[in-house]
Nanobody, 117 residues
Framework: QVQLVESGGGLVQPGGALRLSCAASESISSTYLTGWYRQAPGKQRELVAAIMSGGITNYADSVKGRFTISRDNAKNTVALEMHSLKPEDTAVYSC???????????WGQGTQVTVSS
């Protein structure tokens, strides 16, 4: 099964930027979903951004225009560029891969992003 390892989280001031990266142990070039989720304290996990089969990208309304997801098939990585960060973006961010429409979703361990002055 694929192993996913995130990196790049940390503390950033409001208005700042961060780049998250997720390295996969196997190819993620052909998946039903490759994406980033986040979970803030006391809240449900939510989809932040995803690359769907066919290369279609989906973004949560709250991050549209600020976050960009990208995938490097040669390196088996998926990145999340985050700009104009807000305190409400504070959460644990996890990458996820689902190979088939009906299939198991694999998760990384998560990386903390804290937006605070």
């Amino acid at each position: 099964q694929v192993q996913l390892v995130e990196s790049g989280g940390g503390l950033v001031q409001p208005g700042g930027a961060l780049r998250l990266s997720c390295a996969a142990s196997e190819s993620i070039s052909s998946t039903y979903l490759t994406g980033w989720y986040r979970q803030a304290p006391g809240k449900q996990r939510e989809l932040v951004a995803a690359i769907m089969s066919g290369g279609i990208t989906n973004y949560a309304d709250s991050v549209k225009g600020r976050f960009t997801i990208s995938r490097d098939n040669a390196k088996n990585t998926v990145a999340l560029e985050m700009h104009s960060l807000k305190p409400e973006d504070t959460a644990v961010y996890s990458c996820a891969v689902q190979y088939y429409f009906i299939g198991f979703k694999y998760w990384g361990q998560g990386t903390q992003v804290t937006v605070s002055s």
